[in-house]
């Protein structure tokens, strides 16, 4: 019997560190994609002098390094979101998530392409896009073991 409890236990240590390291992980993609994106930011508009800017009805609005963070993060977190929620509510999870995210990255590409200032910043802006996206989408999901199984659910 003392065997038995300890090994449920160690089991539910293990559980614990898998869900501990599994949202280590997805908040290191999450600040991996706002990286991206600063780092995008940085190479465009200070060093190479791309002025990235968007139109808002007649105004036109500089886009600075806090507008790329919190974009990038606010995106990263509710992706983060909808993945927490497809894995309490369908059977595939990493795969229905992947499908709604490119939908939303496609969706979401509308913007650089209406609003950017001149063709350099929509395709800086269009490059920061597709940067988080791409992290988001390959990295929230996390990897699988060799059953197949994600190797941890929690978020």
Do not use: C
């Not at 508009?45 to 105004?59: E, K, M, N, S, T």
């Amino acid at each position: 019997m003392q065997k038995l409890i300890g090994m449920t236990n160690d089991m539910q240590r293990t559980d614990k560190t898998r869900a501990t390291a599994l949202r280590a992980g997805r908040a290191i993609t999450v600040a991996g994609g706002a990286a991206g994106a600063l780092l995008l930011w940085v190479v465009n508009d200070p060093w190479a002098g791309i002025d990235l800017a968007v139109r808002q009805g007649v105004a036109t609005q500089h886009i600075g390094p806090v507008v790329v963070a919190a974009a990038a993060l606010v995106a990263g977190l509710a992706a983060w979101g909808l993945l927490a929620l497809l894995e309490r509510t369908v059977r595939r999870p990493a795969r229905t998530f992947r499908i709604v995210a490119l939908i939303v990255l496609v969706l979401s590409l509308a913007g650089p392409l209406g609003s950017g200032v001149g063709t350099s910043s929509r395709l800086v802006l269009l490059g920061m896009h597709l940067t988080v996206g791409a992290v988001l989408i390959i990295g929230l999901p996390g990897r699988r073991n060799y059953l197949g199984v994600p190797v941890g659910i929690a978020s």
